[in-house]
């Protein structure tokens, strides 16, 4: 494995920095306090490709490697991560699904519009008894025709606020739920899709989280995604792909919060010298540092996994388990470094330290990363 960014890679993160700092920096923490997701940076993001970092080029894509990508979402979670959620989900659960698994038709119709960001994308899976059991769906689609009648209730969908196309799981067949999960495209003003109230989180306020009602909505068989029964394979390669985005996602708060206990740290004084001349203030910066790095390497070894054509769900577990726990520990020991001020809303540290714990739930909490992790250990010695 190569351990030297190649000039592409210099590049992205060069760019995707300058736009960061320059577009989401000086808002960032009036959007948070404001929950309000800029959609007026968000315009311009379309046509520079953040909505379609990995779609073919003939769509309109960026068609960048998944290194590329993990780079994108990290310099913009490092300045704003809330953002950064809203480009990861677009791009990985949103987006990906369609690539994979659509017909021609299917990607023809949506993907231009998704890469372009006319549309942007959200990942429906998650009810009040199905969550971390993806084989709990209780949403039904019962078939009428040439169409699905979908009655149900998701909660919790990233993006879902804004979402001009969901993708929707819901059970064809109580009898069978597992067998029968399956995967509606939804589109937005779709009569009987209907948008709840955004939540008001702990963290990533910025993005507008909420729940997605569907009552006697008519869907088309033509936005079914894939066939019947595929409901559980799509969620399980759409998740593989998602976790990368959120352990980097991760892996950028980490970043941000630790920079900002190096500047801290060099201007605070404290009995008339630097906290950062303090051994303590510089072992905290050292494990911070060595968290981070071992965080970017598994990011990387997954990424270059995927593009290989390889299985990659362990290696994306192992990334998404320990970035998104590594940002937990970096951001309550960059509040630390700051002191009483870390704990202000002044400072932005204290934004990466709400922002850090929800990348241990989503996507698959901590505790199913392990699950995944130690069936594909488990299955080597067998």
């Known amino acids: 494995m190569n351990f030297n960014p190649c000039m592409k890679h210099k590049l992205v993160r060069k760019t995707v920095r300058l736009f960061a700092e320059t577009e989401l920096s000086p808002i960032a923490h009036e959007i948070d306090r404001d929950a309000r997701l800029p959609m007026e940076v968000l315009y311009k993001m379309g046509p520079l490709n953040y909505f379609g970092l990995q779609a073919p080029k003939k769509y309109g894509g960026a068609a960048m490697d998944s290194i590329s990508y993990a780079i994108a979402v990290e310099e913009l979670s490092r300045v704003c991560a809330a953002v950064g959620l809203c480009v990861s989900v677009h791009n990985s659960v949103g987006l990906f699904p369609i690539l994979k698994f659509g017909t021609r038709e299917q990607q023809d119709r949506f993907i231009p519009r998704l890469a372009s960001g006319e549309y942007i994308g959200a990942f429906s899976l998650t009810e009040a008894n199905a969550g971390s059991d993806a084989g709990g769906v209780e949403t039904h689609a019962v078939k009428d025709g040439d169409s699905y009648i979908i009655n149900g209730t998701k909660i919790f969908v990233t993006n879902g606020g804004i979402c001009d196309l969901a993708l929707i799981f819901a059970v064809a067949d109580f009898n069978h739920p597992r067998q029968s999960t399956s995967v509606f495209m939804i589109q937005k003003g779709q009569a009987g899709f209907s948008v709840g109230e955004i939540e008001d989180l702990c963290g990533m306020r910025a993005n507008p989280v909420s729940s997605l009602f569907l009552e ?3 869907v088309p068989r033509s936005q079914l995604l894939g066939k019947v029964g595929d409901g559980l394979k799509i969620g399980l390669a759409a998740l593989d792909a998602g976790r990368i985005g959120i352990a980097v996602q991760a892996l950028g708060i980490a970043q941000g919060a630790f920079d900002a206990a190096v500047k801290y740290s060099k201007e605070r004084q ?8 303090f051994q303590t203030i510089q072992n905290y910066l050292a494990d911070m540092a060595t968290w981070i790095d071992a965080a970017r390497l598994l990011v990387y070894r997954a990424c ?43 400072y932005d540290v204290e934004r990466y330290f709400r ?10 909490t901590s505790e199913v990363q392990r699950m995944v ?3 594909a250990v488990l299955s080597k010695l067998t």
């Open 355 to 364: 922002d850090a714990k929800v990348t241990e739930i989503y996507e698959g």
């Open 216 to 218: 006697d909505c008519r």
């Open 304 to 346: 270059a996994v995927k593009d290989s054509g390889r299985p990659y769900s362990a290696e994306a577990a192992m990334a998404k388990l320990y970035c998104s726990e590594m940002a937990t520990r970096v951001t309550n020991m960059a509040v630390q470094v700051h002191g009483g001020y870390g704990y202000s809303k002044e």
């Open 373 to 375: 992790i130690s069936r």
């Open 270 to 277: 404290q009995f008339n010298k630097p906290i950062a001349s």
